[in-house]
């Protein structure tokens, strides 16, 4: 495998499920990133790790809880979701948290997430 | 709050034609990308401008960055269908650090 990866890529779910997002980068990154994708709206930026360490948190609702356990590997964990979270959710990896080309975005294909 | 406009919000041409897609702000950004997106897949970044008044070149892609640091634009010469996605600026802020503001996008369409 290759650069980032994302599991599942649909999810369906009701709103009084648990399903977590699974992101994997094999790029050898130190930060990772959790974005919403909705249609019409700017890329909103979630969640940024650095280093396994939560370092943006943008004002996301408490039933988004992302876990980073190691620099490859980041997950979102989804709980009593509403239909307005319908949404694609990106993960991304850049090579640091700094200007310029450190924070250069190199994509997931994302997780297509209905929510019933 | 620093904010990217981007114009048009969709644009469909036919194969061969050229255009030119904007990205504005009021805001200065350190620097720039542009990353296109197709149907079912995440954003793929194109380029990175740093400096103001850089041009960039990417085959038939010409990317430019404002003097000022506010403002870019994609150009693409005899654009073809593969050309087809959704076209995204982010800006990276002077003092973001790891945030950066994305536009709404551009959504081309090249019909052959």
């Known amino acids: 495998e290759t650069g980032v990866t994302q599991t599942p890529r649909h999810l369906v779910m009701g709103m009084t499920n648990k399903k977590s997002l699974k992101c994997e980068q094999h790029?050898?990154?130190?930060?990772m990133y959790w974005y919403k994708q909705s249609a019409k709206k700017p890329l909103e930026l979630m969640f940024v790790?650095?280093?396994?360490?939560?370092?943006e948190n943008n004002s996301v609702p408490s039933r988004f809880s992302p876990e980073c356990p190691n620099s490859s590997h980041l997950f979102l964990h989804l709980h009593t979701l509403q239909p307005e979270d319908s949404a694609l959710y990106l993960c991304a990896s850049s090579q640091d948290v700094g200007q310029g080309a450190y924070n250069e975005q190199f994509f997931g294909p994302g997780t297509r997430l209905t929510v019933l | 709050t620093q904010l990217l406009e981007q114009s048009p919000q969709f644009l469909s041409i036919q194969e061969g034609e050229n255009l030119t897609v904007y990205c504005n702000s009021s805001?200065?950004?350190?620097?720039l990308q542009w990353y296109r997106q197709e149907p079912g897949e995440g954003p793929v970044l194109l380029v990175t401008v740093v400096t103001g008044g850089e041009v960039k070149k990417l085959k038939r892609l010409t990317f430019q960055f404002g003097d000022a640091r506010k403002d870019s634009s994609l150009h693409i010469t005899a654009a073809q269908p593969g050309d087809t996605g959704l076209y995204l600026c982010a800006g990276d802020g002077e003092t973001s650090g790891s945030r950066l503001t994305f536009g709404e996008g551009t959504q081309l369409t090249v019909n052959p």
């Open positions: 790029l050898g990154h130190n930060a």
């Open positions: 805001s200065v950004f350190s620097s």
């Open positions: 790790y650095s280093l396994e360490e939560r370092v």
